[in-house]
Nanobody
C-alpha cells in the first residue's frame, strides 16, 4: 500500500509559479515510475510529467520548458516546479506511483491560474 499526499496548490496569477509536493508513505527509492497528472473540469485526466523506469523523464508538450519534475528519495517526495503558469494550466494536480503492477493515486491539489 502506498499513500500519496499532495500539497502546494493554490491561486496564482498568469506568469506566476508554484511548486507542488507529493509525499509518499513508503520509501520511494525503488519506485521508478512516479509522476504528476492533472484533470480539469469536463476533461480527461492527462499526464503532466513523470519519471520512467529507465530513469528518464517525460513531459506533456504543453508544459515542456515551463514545468520540471524532481524527486528527493530521502524525503520520499516528488516535486513539480511550475513556472510561467497559464490559465489553461488550471486543474486538479494528482500524484501517481506505480509499484508491483498497481498504480496508486493521491487525492490531488487544486491549481487555479487567474488574474
Amino acid at each position: 500500500q502506498v499513500q500519496l499526499v499532495e500539497s502546494g496548490g493554490g491561486l496564482v496569477q498568469p506568469g506566476g509559479s508554484l511548486r507542488l509536493s507529493c509525499a509518499a508513505s513508503v520509501n520511494i527509492f525503488s519506485i521508478y515510475n512516479m509522476g504528476w497528472y492533472r484533470q480539469a473540469p469536463r476533461n480527461q485526466r492527462e499526464l503532466v510529467a513523470r519519471f520512467t523506469s529507465g530513469g528518464s523523464t517525460n513531459y506533456a508538450d504543453s508544459v515542456k520548458g515551463r514545468f520540471t519534475i524532481s524527486r528527493d528519495n530521502v524525503k520520499n517526495t516528488v516535486y513539480l516546479q511550475m513556472n510561467s503558469l497559464k490559465p489553461e494550466d488550471t486543474a486538479v494536480y494528482i500524484c501517481s506511483a506505480l509499484r508491483d503492477g498497481y498504480t496508486y493515486w493521491g487525492q490531488g491539489t487544486q491549481v487555479t491560474v487567474s488574474s
